[in-house]
Structure formats: C-alpha cells, structure tokens
C-alpha cells in the first residue's frame, strides 16, 4: 500500500509558478513508479507527468506542459514534486499524484496503470 498526499495547490495569475508536492508514504519511496494527473471542470483526467523511479529513471511529460512543469522527487523527504511555470487558464484543474505497484520503464501515462492516487489539489489560474 502506498499512501499519498498532495499539497501547494493555489491560485495564481497567468504566467506565474506553483510547486506542487506530494507526501509518500507505506513502501519504500523510489521503488514504484509515481506520476501526476489533471482533471479539470467537465474534462476527462489527463496525463501530466510520470517518472519511473525518483532514484533516476525516465521521464515523460504530456505535450501541453513540455518546457514549461518539471517532475521530480526528493529521496530524503520521500516527496514527489511538480514545479510548475508559465502557467496558463487551461492549466487550471485538480491535480492528482498517483504510485503504481513497482517500476515501470518507460512510465506509463494510463491513469489505470497507478492503483495509488491522492485526495488532489486545486490549481487555478486566472487571467
């Protein structure tokens, strides 16, 4: 089992930052694969960012936030992270921060991929 817990959720205004973090806990942190998801108002839950292991594995990103999110994760505070910058209106929406059962190479952008996820944070951005 793995517990998580998102946190820095915010407003913001168009063109500003949020770090985003997500707290870990239950298994060993690094030994699964963690990944964060959007969903806005009446949108499907999209895919924003995965890392195989945060002990150094690939990376992937969804298009739309390319150059702009970075994922990352910090060993010493078994803590999932999600820097966000040059953010937009269509940035706005509940982000989620999900595990999978073990690593997995390449990380899979499938939200039914994470049997884990946490209770989300609100990002909103106004312009």
């Known amino acids: 089992q793995v517990q998580l817990v998102e946190s820095g959720g915010g407003l913001v205004q168009a063109g500003g930052s949020l770090r985003l973090s997500c707290a870990a806990s239950?298994?060993?942190?690094?030994?699964?694969?963690m990944g964060w998801f959007r969903q806005a108002p009446g949108k499907e839950r999209q895919f924003v960012a995965a890392?195989?292991?945060?002990?150094?594995?690939?990376?992937v990103y969804a298009d739309s936030v390319k150059g702009r999110f970075t994922i990352s994760g910090d060993n010493a505070k078994n803590t999932l992270y999600l820097q966000m910058n040059s953010l937009n209106s269509e940035d706005t929406a509940v982000y989620y921060c999900?595990?999978?059962?073990?690593?997995?190479?390449?990380?899979?952008?499938?939200?039914?991929?994470?049997?884990?996820w946490g209770q989300g944070t609100q990002v909103t951005v106004s312009s």
């Open positions: 999900a595990a999978s059962s073990g690593v997995i190479i390449p990380p899979p952008r499938g939200g039914n991929e994470y049997p884990y």
């Open positions: 239950g298994r060993t942190f690094g030994s699964y694969t």
């Open positions: 890392i195989s292991t945060v002990r150094g594995g690939p990376i």
